[in-house]
């Protein structure tokens, strides 16, 4: 059995106080929730306060991205897995599609801080995901696949069982267009069965496959019905504690 993983994409909304209330209002919303893990990402210079005031709670705390070179070296304005470690992440997300489409992130550069990430004992949230265009003329499942190849190349099977894919479509990323569950259901199918290819079904049975892209309370039941949706990443609807907290008790 998959534990869903319900988890919170702040991007570079809220200020440090911001952060603080919405956390602490989240805390005791979803504090019942031992169905599915909880996981929230604010911006780099928010971890450290808010898995301080989260502690003991069942929220774990995720960076957005990380540095590609794992060891402590002269890479200004970078952040290193171990430092995201070392401030109480337990998680962190790799290549967002904000990260691929205006930073210049890549297959190669995602799976070198994928690796970054393992190495530090984080649990790496593997973002992939076509465009319109690419699903417009029926490139989606080619696209992904060589996201997942490139992003997850000279991972070991044991290195996959630390890994959480999060299938969004970039067309449904905060354009509140969700992809169908039926649509969703077909990619993740997908991609699990690359996964079986490139690892094996015992482990692909086991990793974890996030759908992100205008999650709301009102979509999350008919996603988590599928059968290889195991939870999601949520961006809009996770900046308030109270539809965050719908989200994670989707099961209620
Ligand atoms: P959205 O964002 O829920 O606002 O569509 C999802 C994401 O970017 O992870």
């Given amino acids: 059995?998959?534990?869903?993983?319900?988890?919170?994409?702040?991007?570079?909304?809220?200020?440090?106080?911001?952060?603080?209330?919405?956390?602490?209002?989240?805390?005791?919303?979803?504090?019942n929730a031992n169905h599915c893990e909880v996981v929230i990402a604010p911006v780099f210079v928010h971890l450290k306060t808010i898995s301080d005031r989260l502690e003991g709670s069942n929220i774990k705390v995720s960076a957005q991205d990380c540095a590609p070179e794992a060891k402590?070296?002269?890479?200004?304005?970078?952040?290193?897995?171990?430092?995201?470690?070392?401030?109480?992440?337990?998680?962190?997300?790799?290549?967002?599609?904000?990260?691929?489409?205006?930073?210049?992130?890549?297959?190669?550069?995602?799976?070198?801080?994928?690796?970054?990430?393992?190495?530090?004992?984080?649990?790496?949230?593997?973002?992939?995901?076509?465009?319109?265009?690419?699903?417009?003329s029926g490139k989606a499942e080619e696209v992904v696949k060589t996201q997942l190849l490139?992003?997850?190349?000279?991972?070991?099977?044991?290195?996959m069982e630390r890994i959480i894919i999060a299938y969004e479509p970039v067309w449904a990323i905060g354009t509140g267009k969700t992809a169908t569950p039926k649509q969703a259901q077909e990619m993740h199918g997908f991609i699990r069965q690359t996964l079986t290819e490139t690892h094996g079904k015992e482990t692909s049975d086991k990793i974890r496959i996030l759908?992100?892209?205008?999650?709301?309370?009102?979509?999350?039941?008919?996603?988590?019905?599928?059968?290889?949706?195991?939870?999601?990443?949520?961006?809009?609807?996770?900046?308030?504690?109270?539809?965050f907290s719908k989200i994670v008790n989707f099961n209620g």
């Fill in 211 to 243: 759908y992100g892209g205008s999650v709301k309370p009102e979509n999350i039941k008919d996603l988590m019905a599928e059968a290889d949706i195991d939870g999601a990443l949520v961006g809009g609807a996770s900046l308030e504690a109270e539809s």
């Fill in 1 to 31: 059995m998959r534990k869903p993983v319900i988890a919170g994409n702040w991007k570079m909304y809220k200020l440090l106080s911001e952060a603080v209330e919405t956390a602490l209002a989240m805390k005791p919303l979803v504090a």
């Fill in 72 to 136: 402590q070296s002269a890479n200004t304005g970078e952040v290193s897995a171990e430092m995201l470690k070392d401030v109480g992440c337990s998680h962190v997300v790799i290549g967002h599609s904000e990260r691929r489409q205006f930073y210049g992130e890549t297959d190669e550069s995602v799976n070198k801080k994928t690796k970054s990430a393992l190495s530090a004992n984080l649990t790496a949230i593997v973002c992939v995901g076509e465009m319109l265009g690419e699903r417009e």
């Fill in 150 to 159: 490139g992003s997850l190349d000279g991972l070991t099977v044991s290195d």
